[in-house]
Structure formats: C-alpha cells, structure tokens
C-alpha cells in the first residue's frame, strides 16, 4: 500500500513537509493512481515510512479530510474520496501580456481542457520582478504551469529569460511544466514545450511567398525596437537572412513614420497593429494601390486583417493552445514545433 503511494518530501524545498504530503496524496488521485475508496497507510505508517514526525502527517490528513480527498472510518482508517474538486487538473497559465494572440491561445487551452481542469491566469507584462513573484506566490498550489517566456532590460530589448527567472522555472517538477512560445531556455530535466522558431518560421515563410515577392524592389521590416512589449531579435535575423541569400534589397525600420518616403515597388513587413494601420492610411492618402504599387505584410493574423485582405505571416494561435491542453490532458513532456503559416492574400 505504502509502495503505491506517491509521496515526494524534497528536503530542500520551502514549501513545508505536509503541504508536499497533500500534493502528492491529491495529485495521484487527480490521476487515477490510487482508486475512489482505496485505503491508505495510517498516520504512523506513513510518519515511519518516509521518516517524518507525527505532527506532519497528521496535519496533512487533517487538511486532506478538510479537502473531502480522504475519509476517515473509525477503526477502519483513512480511505480515498474524490471529489470534483480534486478531479480536476488545477494550471496556473502565465503569460507576458494581454495581447490579442496570447489571449487567443489562452481561450483555446481553455477550450481544450474543458471541463477536466481549473486554470488561473495570471499577467507579467514582460517584468522579471513580477513574474518571479507570481511564481513565488504559487509554487506547489497547482497541478500544472503554463509559462509563456519574455522579458525586455533597460532599453526595451526583447530577453528571453534571466539568471532570476530560470532560478524559479527550475524550482517547478519539470513533468509539472510546460514553456509556451520560446525554445531558447537553458531548463534541465524533460518538460513540456511547444513553440515558435521566429528566425526559421520567417525566413521559411518568405520563401512561400517569394514568386509574389519578385515583383517588388525592396523589403522592409518594421521592427518596433522601442515597444513596451518588445518582440525577439530572431525575427530580424530570419528577414536579413532572407534578403541576403535571395538577393532582396533591404530595409529594417523602428516604425512607420508619418510622411513616410512612400516608393512603388516597396512591401512591407510590420508587426504592430499602428504600423500597419499608419502605413494603409498613408497608402490610401497617396492614391496609391495596396498590392500593386506598395506591398504589405503583417506579422500575426486577425480576423480584421482576413476581412482587409491583408497577407499575413502567423504562427497558429489556437493549434498552440490546443496542443498545450493535450499534453496536460496525456500528461504529455515533448517539444512540439507549433505550426507557423505563409496566408496570401491581396496585399502583395
């Protein structure tokens, strides 16, 4: 009986001993190891058993009774309950901003686990210190984390983590995480990630589009080097590498100015919604026509953006979320390329 049960006492950790106790104890009955009605090891077994005192478990059975996981029958001893409470998988989903995609891979998770988990979300806004307290805060309350890694320093340059953000990443049980939208973490163990290549995906993406691309003379990304919410260099290093080894003159900008020096022949990339929202304004005001004298492309697809007509380099939001509930849900620990799309429409 004692063997079956799944009891994990890290020494080192601050969470203290009976709390471990109790997420061990309700973690294996979230997941089917121990059976409705089963019985479990005594308050002394146990205590004996994973070399702890008394006062320990017993306070854990008492918060595990309080929890209606366990029973107790007098002169019988302590048996499984769940409820449905513990039969859901509890997820604690931290993302770095509030941005229309993240909340788009946010409802499609949601979606995805359905009636079988309770998710809290909680937002960062790309600062260090508030994520290393959100963590902090809700180390060993949840079933499973869902982090989405980026930060920006001093000068709003995108980072993808710090020495203090990868200390409390590897304060989680690596099976009880999984890292969403970044693949440049130095995490050990075998976890759970499902994410963009942003240097490969845009340069892969470019090439669909290449025959359309022909027509114009020069390229142009407009890369918001000064965003509140700064976006990876990647991005950059996959558009030079493109116009290099193609052969594309090239131009990388901060943003869409006004009065821009509008030329025919010129398609541009942009990533922030004002970019491109500045940028058909001017097109429009010039009498000039979008897909013919100037070429657009945007970073990120949106149902306004399909209903425009305007040509879009994506990553798949709701496969993202989705593929994130299914490896909760199969207790899944791969790394999952997420699918990444070239959408032409009429803006090129």
């Known amino acids: 009986m004692i063997q079956k049960l799944n009891i994990k006492i890290n020494e080192s950790s601050r969470i203290p001993k009976y709390k471990q106790i109790v997420e061990s104890i309700t973690n294996d009955i979230a997941k089917g190891k121990l059976e409705i009605g089963e019985k479990i090891p005594s308050i002394n077994e146990l205590s004996a058993s994973c070399y702890l005192s008394r006062d320990t478990v017993e306070k854990a059975y008492k918060e595990l009774k309080n929890k209606k996981a366990i029973i107790s029958v007098k002169g019988k001893g302590y048996y499984t309950s769940k409820t449905d409470l513990i039969s859901k ?32 979300l909680s937002i960062y806004h790309c600062d260090e210190t508030l994520f290393v307290r959100a963590l902090q805060k809700n180390l060993g309350a949840f079933d499973y984390y869902v982090i989405m890694p980026h930060f920006k320093d001093e000068k709003l340059a ?16 690596k099976d009880k995480l999984i890292i969403l939208d970044n693949n440049r973490l130095e995490i050990k163990g075998k976890y759970g990630s499902i994410y963009q290549d942003f240097k490969d995906d845009l340069y892969n993406a470019l090439q669909e589009g290449i025959d359309k691309l022909r ?88 149902p306004l953006k399909e209903l425009l007509g305007i040509t879009v380099i994506s990553t798949d939001f709701k496969a993202m979320g989705e593929t994130t509930a299914y490896m909760i849900l199969k207790n899944k620990t791969e790394k999952v390329k997420n699918v990444f799309k070239y959408i032409e429409r009429n803006s090129v």
Not at 158 to 173: C, G, Y
């Open 158 to 173: 995108h980072v993808s983590a710090t020495d203090a953000v990868l200390k409390e990443i590897e304060r989680i049980p």
């Open 89 to 120: 998988i509890s997820i604690f989903f931290l993302v770095n901003k509030p941005s229309y995609y993240k909340m788009s891979i946010y409802n499609a998770f949601v979606n995805g686990i359905g009636v079988n988990g309770h998710v809290t």
């Open 215 to 302: 027509k114009y003379d020069k390229l142009i990304l407009v890369y918001p080097r000064k965003s509140v919410f700064p976006y990876p260099m990647r991005i950059v290093h996959g558009f030079t590498r493109f116009c290099g080894e193609f052969g594309f003159d090239s131009e990388v900008l901060d943003e869409i100015y006004d009065d821009m020096e509008l030329n025919s022949k010129d398609v541009y990339i942009t990533i922030e919604e004002m970019d491109l929202v500045n940028l058909v304004r001017q097109i429009n005001a010039k009498n000039m026509v979008l897909g013919k004298d100037v070429g657009i492309i945007s970073y990120n697809d949106t």
